[in-house]
């Protein structure tokens, strides 16, 4: 038994355990967008049906040595294909420079193509371990249960997922990570070995053949004599199963939008769905048509109010409403799905039929749900799949049921067709406003109207995800008006009016060049002058479309009198490619302002980032970085940043007055004395020196990151070690001599 145990532990602990990590990969080349993860989990669950297909051929078909002998050979090879690539490439699994993607078609297929380059062969291997070698277990002990080894299945797996951002994103690096995965590879081998060996000892070729029936999961005393299920039956494993699928990226893609891509908010839905597998298959008794009912309306009733919050409601809110609905949907889809499960001598087949549901929910929410919904349809869609499938388990009549209970039956399948259609309308009615609205690989693209019936204040909005990200006035009179985060008091309007009077009392020309990395609906073009070029990086080619005047809602980058450059791609590699392809004229100010609805792509706020920005300043150039969020304290990254740097810190908050939204802003510079100049003298806005007391707590590499380290607590500048600069202004600040 114990050989088995450590194989079967080893390898879910190790199949969960490099998911998030292939997604640490994968996230810088793709923007930092939640799509990503959809993305590699269609891979994971498309890579795991194969290995359970590969397990019931194997276990159904061969005899016991020739399965052993087998599966040591694809052992074997897994294992030289990690050594090659550690050899070949210098690390076991971290993707080549030549799996950059060079343009933004099939971003999906590009993924999933380095996905399985790779990872595809080992993490096939460990795919297939399970009822694999569960089976070998039945064959070799046929006196012997091997239900517990299923439970230790599920063991390693939630081990694995909740520890990964606890305990490993936060600490180790992603080489390290990668190195650490693949011992644990070549010790599952040897544990695999083992079981090969000990199959092969007790049984013999003699022996009535393969085994029919796989233990692979409990699934209790169905008779075993059954007739074969039929195509209906088939497809109701396939719906409950893809309804369980779509919820489970539907939930993960709704919570990464607003905060930030990362293992966090990956790990947590994939955790509450396998707990649910877990209950739902451990024990008919453990789901109940009534209390789960009763429990899906009210998490229903819980998602609804957290629609109609938005981003106001707090994370911790956000979180636990969503995966309360997470848990009761998915418990209703794997309770019914364990209800309907054929004979014991079919459960194979009926693996292989729920993992096909699996990947059908990942290929809806990856590829069919962005080519059908301009919006994120695929969350209330399946959480009202999941009340039809409440509501037609309760409309099964119990034999000898009373008039009391049936009334009550009755009402909790009204509340959920209310509360599901209440989660609809709140949905459907933010498009009231909406006269564009667009989604791709990138997210939801949506321009609203507001105002029309007020000549002066008609306007449209861009809004990405839940969030807001500029304006624009319709009448000509205040079309070129600062607008949201660009007013003439943000930290960038500062900066830039900082920069001007410096070159002013220098007798230089005040044109600045200026980088921003974002574009929205261009709006801080509308801070430029005449002289001045800007050079725009954005990675969204619907964003860029909308910005530069298609259906006429934007027209910041067509009135600026400065010169105006637009670059598609990912800002940072767009800029890399840049140095390397000779001397780059430096920027007087590069502005970085790369939200994708509220989250934060965090490849573009890690230290190296920062210092591929630097490289592009002129000498006496500032770095300024939008952190505003409603979930993440960005302060202490930006000075932890800033020291490593040898910057200069101030941070720029302004409130919300008139046409702009409150904004935090903190600029870097080389000099000490740039925010001490007349221009922050004057300001609304109010502005603080910052600097970082000690080494950090931490810092954002692009080896270790974790978004935990940043969400809000209620804590003091004191608490976290930053000291106020602002009472020793220096005497006599210097000229600062000519940028060359």
């Not at 297929?109 to 380095?114: A, C, E, F, P």
């Not at 943000?490 to 974002?518: C, F, I, K, N, Y």
């Amino acid at each position: 038994m114990v050989r088995y145990a450590l194989a079967i532990f080893t390898s879910a602990f190790l199949l969960f355990g490099i998911q998030p990590l292939a997604g640490r990969y994968a996230l810088p080349w793709y923007g930092g967008t939640p799509s990503v993860w959809t993305a590699c989990m269609l891979f994971f669950q498309a890579a795991l049906l194969a290995g359970y297909a590969y397990a019931h051929a194997v276990a159904s078909r061969l005899r016991p040595r020739t399965q052993a002998l087998l599966h040591l050979g694809l052992l074997t090879v897994a294992l030289v294909a990690l050594a090659a690539r550690a050899v070949w490439t210098g690390s076991p699994l971290t993707p080549g420079e030549g799996w950059r993607p060079v343009n933004d078609h099939f971003p999906v297929l590009r993924l999933m193509g380095m996905l399985a380059v790779t990872l595809g062969l080992p993490f096939f291997v460990l795919s297939t371990t399970g009822p694999l070698l569960q089976s070998w277990f039945a064959r070799a002990r046929p006196g012997r249960s091997p239900y517990v080894l299923y439970a230790l299945s599920n063991v390693g797996s939630l081990l694995s997922l909740l520890g990964y951002p606890f305990l490993v994103e936060p600490f180790v690096g992603r080489g390290a990570q990668a190195w650490g995965w693949a011992a644990g590879f070549g010790l599952f081998v040897v544990f695999a070995i083992a079981c090969a060996g000990d199959l092969i000892r007790r049984t013999t070729t003699g022996e009535a053949g393969p085994l029919v029936q796989p233990a692979s999961e409990p699934m209790g005393d169905a008779t075993p004599d059954a007739p074969r299920p039929g195509v209906k039956r088939t497809l109701l494993w396939l719906g409950l199963s893809m309804c369980a699928s779509v919820l489970l990226l539907a939930t993960t893609n709704k919570l990464s939008q607003d905060v930030a891509a990362g293992p966090f908010l990956w790990v947590m839905p994939l955790a509450v769905y396998l707990l649910t597998f877990i209950l739902a298959f451990s024990r008919e008794s453990f789901y109940a048509r009534g209390p789960y009912s009763v429990a899906l309306i009210a998490t229903l009733a819980l998602v609804s109010y957290a629609q109609k919050e938005g981003p106001s409601l707090h994370l911790g809110w956000q979180v636990l409403f969503h995966a309360s609905a997470l848990f009761t949907g998915a418990m209703v889809c794997h309770g019914e799905l364990f209800r309907a499960r054929p004979a014991p001598r079919y459960l194979s087949a009926f693996y292989l039929w729920v993992s096909v549901g699996g990947v059908l929910g990942g290929v809806f929410v990856s590829l069919v749900a962005p080519a059908i919904f301009n919006v994120y349809w695929e969350h209330p869609l399946a959480l009202g799949a999941c009340c039809v499938v409440a509501l037609a388990g309760m409309m099964q009549r119990p034999p000898g049921e009373k008039l009391t209970a049936r009334v009550q039956r009755i009402l909790r399948g009204a509340m959920l067709v209310m509360v599901a259609v209440n989660l609809m309308l709140l949905v459907s009615g933010a498009q009231g406003r909406v006269r564009f609205s667009e989604r791709n690989f990138f997210g939801v693209v949506q321009v609203l109207e507001q105002i029309p019936d007020d000549p002066h204040e008609h306007q449209f909005t861009l809004r990405h995800g839940a969030i807001t990200h500029g304006w624009q006035y319709v009448d000509p009179v205040r079309r070129r008006a600062t607008t949201s985060y660009y007013s003439r008091d943000s930290g960038l309007g500062l900066a830039l009016a900082e920069q001007r009077r410096w070159r002013g009392a220098l007798g230089l020309p005040t044109s600045l060049r200026v980088g921003m990395l974002g574009l929205g609906v261009g709006g801080s073009a509308a801070l430029l002058e005449a002289g001045d070029s800007a050079r725009f990086y954005e990675i969204n080619p619907v964003i860029i479309a909308l910005a530069r005047g298609q259906g006429g809602y934007f027209s910041y980058l067509g009135d600026s009198p400065a010169k105006m450059e637009v670059v598609e791609g990912d800002a940072r590699i767009s800029l890399e490619q840049e140095l390397e392809h000779g001397p780059t004229t430096p920027f007087d100010v590069l502005a970085l302002d790369v939200f994708s609805s509220d989250a934060i792509p965090m490849h573009l706020v890690t230290r190296e980032a920062l210092e591929l920005y630097r490289k592009h300043l002129a000498p006496h150039g500032v770095l300024a970085l939008h952190i505003s969020n409603q979930y993440l304290d960005l302060v202490p990254i930006s000075l932890t940043h800033a020291k490593a740097l040898g910057l200069f810190a101030t941070l720029v908050v302004t409130e919300t007055k008139g046409d702009t939204l409150s904004s935090s802003w903190v600029l870097l510079s080389p000099d000490k004395e740039f925010s001490w100049g007349p221009t922050f003298k004057t300001t609304a806005a109010r502005v603080r020196r910052l600097s970082l007391r000690g080494e950090p707590d931490y810092v954002w590499t692009d080896e270790r990151s974790s978004v935990l380290q940043a969400v809000r607590r209620a804590r003091t500048l004191d608490d976290l070690g930053i000291d106020k600069n602002d009472d020793a202004p220096p005497a006599q600040p210097v000229a600062r001599p000519e940028s060359p």
